[in-house]
């Protein structure tokens, strides 16, 4: 009998993606309400939900954790704000800074602290 261990990232306590995918999701948060539809789409738990920045329940975002993200489509497809976008990996990465309003996911964010 073999047993298969799960590798989990120890800084987020969550899996890691076994290999980088062909595309990416990236959240123009600039659109993004909050509304969570996304996060119950997601196969491997890589949206996260970023807190408001004065009331922690109101003005609230996701941002997709691009080191998890495996790529399915799930989250575009379901999104009703129609916010959430397929990349290819590599654009994804350049691209996510400049729609990234506040971060969770130690991405790069252009607009700190505006929203």
Known sequence: MSVELEVIDITKGKALRKKVPALTAVVEQAGCTG????????????????????????N???????????????????????TIFMYDYEEGLKLAPGVTIRSVCDQAAELEGTA
């Open 35 to 58: 509304c969570e539809a996304c996060i119950a789409f997601c196969p491997v738990d890589c949206i996260e939900i970023i807190p408001g920045l004065h009331h922690p329940d109101m």
């Open 60 to 82: 609230k975002l996701v941002e997709i954790d691009l080191d998890r993200c495996i790529g399915c489509k799930l989250c575009a497809k379901y999104c009703p704000w129609e």
